[in-house]
Protein backbone atom coordinates (compact mmCIF):
# COMPACT_ATOMS: atom_id res chain seq x y z
CA UNK A 1 0.00 0.00 0.00
CA UNK A 2 1.20 3.86 -0.68
CA UNK A 3 1.85 5.50 2.87
CA UNK A 4 -0.15 8.59 3.33
CA UNK A 5 0.32 11.17 5.54
CA UNK A 6 -2.45 13.56 6.81
CA UNK A 7 -2.53 15.85 9.80
CA UNK A 8 -3.39 14.23 13.21
CA UNK A 9 -6.24 17.28 13.56
CA UNK A 10 -8.25 20.10 11.66
CA UNK A 11 -10.73 22.18 12.85
CA UNK A 12 -13.19 24.41 11.37
CA UNK A 13 -16.26 26.50 12.13
CA UNK A 14 -19.75 25.78 10.90
CA UNK A 15 -21.17 26.54 7.61
CA UNK A 16 -17.35 27.84 6.11
CA UNK A 17 -15.32 25.25 4.07
CA UNK A 18 -12.92 23.08 4.85
CA UNK A 19 -9.77 21.41 2.97
CA UNK A 20 -8.31 17.98 4.47
CA UNK A 21 -4.92 17.55 2.58
CA UNK A 22 -3.18 14.15 2.16
CA UNK A 23 0.09 13.31 1.27
CA UNK A 24 0.97 9.97 -1.03
CA UNK A 25 3.75 10.32 -2.77
CA UNK A 26 4.68 6.57 -3.21
CA UNK A 27 0.93 6.40 -4.71
CA UNK A 28 0.75 3.72 -7.84
CA UNK A 29 -0.26 4.81 -11.42
CA UNK A 30 -3.21 2.42 -10.65
CA UNK A 31 -4.55 3.40 -7.23
CA UNK A 32 -6.90 4.61 -6.74
CA UNK A 33 -7.38 7.61 -4.16
CA UNK A 34 -10.65 6.85 -2.29
CA UNK A 35 -11.19 8.98 1.06
CA UNK A 36 -13.64 7.32 3.78
CA UNK A 37 -14.84 9.05 7.10
CA UNK A 38 -16.00 7.64 10.46
CA UNK A 39 -18.81 9.33 13.01
CA UNK A 40 -17.93 8.82 16.08
CA UNK A 41 -19.55 5.04 17.25
CA UNK A 42 -20.17 4.28 13.12
CA UNK A 43 -18.30 2.50 11.23
CA UNK A 44 -16.21 4.02 7.83
CA UNK A 45 -18.42 6.04 5.04
CA UNK A 46 -17.53 6.09 1.71
CA UNK A 47 -16.90 10.05 0.51
CA UNK A 48 -15.51 10.12 -2.67
CA UNK A 49 -12.80 8.67 -4.64
CA UNK A 50 -10.98 9.45 -7.95
CA UNK A 51 -8.38 8.87 -10.31
CA UNK A 52 -6.72 11.70 -12.39
CA UNK A 53 -9.17 14.22 -12.37
CA UNK A 54 -11.39 16.19 -9.55
CA UNK A 55 -14.31 14.81 -8.56
CA UNK A 56 -17.37 15.64 -7.15
CA UNK A 57 -19.85 14.55 -5.76
CA UNK A 58 -23.15 15.50 -3.48
CA UNK A 59 -21.20 15.24 -0.01
CA UNK A 60 -17.45 16.34 -1.27
CA UNK A 61 -15.01 17.27 -3.75
CA UNK A 62 -11.92 15.68 -4.40
CA UNK A 63 -8.91 17.75 -5.75
CA UNK A 64 -6.32 15.62 -7.03
CA UNK A 65 -2.49 17.24 -7.98
CA UNK A 66 -1.32 16.98 -11.38
CA UNK A 67 1.45 14.55 -9.93
CA UNK A 68 -0.86 12.32 -8.00
CA UNK A 69 1.62 12.87 -4.77
CA UNK A 70 -1.28 14.46 -2.91
CA UNK A 71 -5.21 15.21 -2.81
CA UNK A 72 -7.35 17.15 -1.12
CA UNK A 73 -10.60 16.36 0.40
CA UNK A 74 -12.91 19.84 -0.12
CA UNK A 75 -16.09 20.30 2.23
CA UNK A 76 -17.89 23.28 0.95
CA UNK A 77 -20.01 23.98 3.86
CA UNK A 78 -18.94 22.39 7.12
CA UNK A 79 -21.59 21.32 9.51
CA UNK A 80 -21.52 19.69 13.11
CA UNK A 81 -22.64 16.54 11.33
CA UNK A 82 -19.21 16.39 9.37
CA UNK A 83 -17.29 16.17 12.62
CA UNK A 84 -15.32 12.68 12.15
CA UNK A 85 -12.11 10.98 11.37
CA UNK A 86 -11.32 11.35 7.37
CA UNK A 87 -9.24 9.00 6.17
CA UNK A 88 -7.16 8.85 2.64
CA UNK A 89 -6.57 5.57 1.14
CA UNK A 90 -4.43 5.39 -2.17
CA UNK A 91 -5.13 1.65 -3.22
CA UNK A 92 -6.71 0.05 -6.04
CA UNK A 93 -9.50 -1.54 -4.19
CA UNK A 94 -10.20 0.46 -1.20
CA UNK A 95 -11.49 -2.48 0.58
CA UNK A 96 -8.50 -4.23 1.53
CA UNK A 97 -6.36 -1.55 3.23
CA UNK A 98 -5.20 -0.51 6.26
CA UNK A 99 -6.75 3.13 6.90
CA UNK A 100 -4.15 4.93 8.87
CA UNK A 101 -5.13 7.05 11.55
CA UNK A 102 -6.94 9.63 9.55
CA UNK A 103 -7.55 13.82 10.07
CA UNK A 104 -9.98 14.07 13.47
CA UNK A 105 -12.15 17.09 12.12
CA UNK A 106 -13.42 19.52 15.09
CA UNK A 107 -16.10 21.31 13.67
CA UNK A 108 -17.15 24.83 15.84
CA UNK A 109 -21.22 26.08 16.34
CA UNK B 1 -32.06 -3.69 2.08
CA UNK B 2 -30.75 -1.03 4.51
CA UNK B 3 -26.89 -1.77 4.30
CA UNK B 4 -24.33 -3.70 6.15
CA UNK B 5 -25.78 -5.84 9.45
CA UNK B 6 -23.81 -6.73 12.17
CA UNK B 7 -24.15 -9.04 15.14
CA UNK B 8 -24.36 -8.40 17.94
CA UNK B 9 -23.38 -5.17 18.17
CA UNK B 10 -21.27 -5.67 21.94
CA UNK B 11 -19.88 -8.98 22.82
CA UNK B 12 -17.97 -9.16 26.43
CA UNK B 13 -16.67 -12.67 27.14
CA UNK B 14 -14.04 -14.01 29.55
CA UNK B 15 -10.81 -14.60 28.53
CA UNK B 16 -9.97 -18.16 26.87
CA UNK B 17 -13.86 -18.40 25.46
CA UNK B 18 -14.69 -18.21 21.84
CA UNK B 19 -16.86 -15.76 20.29
CA UNK B 20 -18.34 -15.77 16.96
CA UNK B 21 -19.65 -12.33 14.97
CA UNK B 22 -21.89 -12.65 12.01
CA UNK B 23 -21.93 -10.21 8.49
CA UNK B 24 -24.72 -9.63 6.85
CA UNK B 25 -23.90 -8.03 3.69
CA UNK B 26 -25.96 -5.54 1.17
CA UNK B 27 -27.86 -8.53 -1.10
CA UNK B 28 -26.04 -8.05 -4.33
CA UNK B 29 -22.56 -7.53 -2.92
CA UNK B 30 -20.00 -10.49 -3.73
CA UNK B 31 -17.11 -9.04 -2.00
CA UNK B 32 -17.11 -9.19 1.90
CA UNK B 33 -14.41 -7.73 4.07
CA UNK B 34 -13.38 -8.07 7.40
CA UNK B 35 -11.47 -5.49 9.40
CA UNK B 36 -10.03 -5.25 13.53
CA UNK B 37 -10.30 -1.58 14.98
CA UNK B 38 -8.73 -0.53 18.28
CA UNK B 39 -8.97 2.69 20.10
CA UNK B 40 -7.51 5.62 18.54
CA UNK B 41 -6.26 3.10 15.54
CA UNK B 42 -7.87 3.21 12.08
CA UNK B 43 -9.14 -0.16 10.72
CA UNK B 44 -6.71 -3.04 9.28
CA UNK B 45 -7.61 -5.37 7.42
CA UNK B 46 -8.21 -8.96 8.44
CA UNK B 47 -9.71 -10.76 5.20
CA UNK B 48 -11.52 -10.71 2.13
CA UNK B 49 -13.82 -12.74 0.50
CA UNK B 50 -15.03 -12.98 -2.97
CA UNK B 51 -18.37 -15.24 -3.31
CA UNK B 52 -17.42 -18.22 -0.93
CA UNK B 53 -14.08 -17.75 -1.64
CA UNK B 54 -11.37 -16.69 1.22
CA UNK B 55 -8.73 -14.66 -1.13
CA UNK B 56 -6.90 -12.72 1.43
CA UNK B 57 -5.77 -13.14 4.62
CA UNK B 58 -3.64 -10.19 6.90
CA UNK B 59 -1.03 -11.43 8.90
CA UNK B 60 -3.07 -10.44 11.80
CA UNK B 61 -5.59 -13.18 10.83
CA UNK B 62 -4.28 -15.41 13.52
CA UNK B 63 -4.60 -19.19 13.91
CA UNK B 64 -7.02 -18.36 16.54
CA UNK B 65 -9.27 -16.37 13.94
CA UNK B 66 -11.22 -18.15 10.86
CA UNK B 67 -13.58 -17.16 9.10
CA UNK B 68 -15.84 -18.01 6.45
CA UNK B 69 -18.77 -16.87 4.24
CA UNK B 70 -20.52 -21.02 3.21
CA UNK B 71 -22.73 -19.68 0.91
CA UNK B 72 -21.35 -16.80 -0.52
CA UNK B 73 -23.52 -14.18 1.56
CA UNK B 74 -23.46 -13.69 5.54
CA UNK B 75 -20.38 -14.53 6.87
CA UNK B 76 -19.02 -15.38 10.36
CA UNK B 77 -15.82 -14.46 12.33
CA UNK B 78 -14.37 -16.57 15.67
CA UNK B 79 -12.35 -16.16 17.73
CA UNK B 80 -11.15 -19.36 19.47
CA UNK B 81 -9.47 -19.25 23.00
CA UNK B 82 -10.13 -15.14 22.74
CA UNK B 83 -7.11 -13.25 24.68
CA UNK B 84 -7.50 -9.66 25.97
CA UNK B 85 -5.59 -8.02 23.23
CA UNK B 86 -8.43 -9.52 20.72
CA UNK B 87 -10.84 -6.50 22.59
CA UNK B 88 -11.63 -4.33 19.79
CA UNK B 89 -14.22 -3.24 17.33
CA UNK B 90 -14.66 -5.85 14.44
CA UNK B 91 -16.07 -4.35 11.52
CA UNK B 92 -17.82 -6.06 7.83
CA UNK B 93 -17.75 -4.31 4.75
CA UNK B 94 -19.33 -5.34 1.10
CA UNK B 95 -18.88 -3.95 -1.90
CA UNK B 96 -19.82 -4.86 -5.36
CA UNK B 97 -17.76 -6.53 -8.08
CA UNK B 98 -16.58 -3.69 -10.44
CA UNK B 99 -17.14 -0.94 -8.21
CA UNK B 100 -14.06 0.08 -5.81
CA UNK B 101 -16.45 1.75 -2.94
CA UNK B 102 -16.86 -0.50 0.03
CA UNK B 103 -19.78 -0.16 2.51
CA UNK B 104 -19.39 -0.69 6.71
CA UNK B 105 -21.54 -1.82 9.24
CA UNK B 106 -21.40 -0.88 12.22
CA UNK B 107 -19.09 -2.95 14.08
CA UNK B 108 -18.93 -5.39 16.79
CA UNK B 109 -17.33 -4.37 19.63
CA UNK B 110 -15.50 -7.15 21.50
CA UNK B 111 -14.44 -6.88 25.22
CA UNK B 112 -12.12 -9.78 26.68
CA UNK B 113 -12.31 -9.64 30.22
Known amino acids: DAKTTQPNSMESNEEEPVHLPCNHS???????IHWYRQLPSQGPEYVIH???SNVNNRMASLAIAEDRKSSTLILHRATLRDAAVYYC??????????FGDGTTLTVKP | DTGVSQDPRHKITKRGQNVTFRCDPI?????LYWYRQTLGQGPEFLTYFQNEAQLEKSRLLSDRFSAERPKGSFSTLEIQRTEQGDSAMYLC???????????FGQGTRLTVV
Open chain 1, 89 to 98: IPRANAGKST
Open chain 2, 27 to 31: SEHNR
Open chain 2, 93 to 103: ASAQEGRTEAF
Open chain 1, 50 to 52: GLT
Open chain 1, 26 to 32: TISGTDY
